[in-house]
């Protein structure tokens, strides 16, 4: 693995020689890496790299084969499931809905956990991702996409996350929607100091909104550093990657 700009701060989550296989399928092959602490790190590379595998054993919906993962220096197999998750949240990229109003899907992680959310805590929420309060008895079915995304990174902050995943939160949303979401993550990131681990297949985006990189291909992790390395790559397969997504 080349690494450039090599990072010395403090580390929210630490992959040390970390494999995972299914059905005799290695999908992650011995990756060690580090996820910057308050930071925000892109994922890149080329569709079936393991990435979001990656983020399924970060968010312990799945465990490594072999190798250890350590989430602000305690290895994540001692943290106990739902405490886990609550640490470290999750958005994806269809931005999955109850039926319902916006209202029941911001509650649904205090429902989980059989509790309740406050109106004023959810109304709290919407303005914070930029959506006024009249949203909150909206249908999810009445959503943009974009607003649909929002509403979803809204639910994933109930559970105040000290380190978010984002897998491919707006390859399906148009330029404006996209620009309000990269904005929203950034002000996340600094207002509330949020590690944020970000899939991404689009390389701009990659290289003005991250601070940091992962470059994945074939489960491996082939280089990692500050994010305008990927301007200048130095392993030869990220050249021809990266040629060929800004040809």
């Not at 600094?190 to 601070?211: D, R």
């Not at 940091?212 to 500050?226: A, R």
């Amino acid at each position: 693995m080349q690494q450039t700009n090599e990072f010395t701060g403090k580390a929210a989550l630490e992959l040390d020689q970390v494999s995972f296989s299914d059905d005799n399928l290695d999908i992650i092959k011995n990756v060690s890496g580090i996820l910057p602490e308050e930071k925000i790190t892109t994922f890149v590379g080329p569709s079936g790299a393991g990435k979001t595998t990656i983020f399924r054993l970060l968010n312990g919906l799945i465990s490594p084969s072999d190798g250890d993962i350590y989430l602000f220096g305690e290895n994540i197999e001692t943290i106990e499931p739902t405490a886990l998750r609550r640490t470290v949240g999750i958005a994806l990229q269809d931005a999955t809905m109850l039926r319902g109003s916006v209202y029941k899907n911001l509650a649904m992680p205090k429902t989980l956990q059989g509790e309740e959310l406050e109106k004023e805590e959810a109304e709290h929420l919407l303005t914070q991702v930029g959506l006024e309060p009249s949203f909150l008895n909206r249908d999810v079915t009445d959503l943009s996409g974009g607003q649909r995304q929002k509403v979803s990174i809204a639910r994933t902050l109930v559970n105040r996350p000290k380190v978010l995943l984002l897998d491919e939160i707006t390859s399906s949303l148009d330029r404006v929607s996209t620009s309000d979401i990269e904005h929203l993550i950034q002000h996340i990131n600094q207002k509330f100091s949020v590690t944020i681990a970000w899939i991404t297949h689009n390389l701009e985006q990659a290289l003005h909104i991250g601070n940091y990189t992962w470059v994945m291909m074939d489960g491996e992790l082939i280089e990692t550093g500050n994010a305008d390395s990927l301007t200048n790559p130095s392993d030869p397969r990220v050249k021809e990657f990266i040629k060929g997504e800004w040809k």
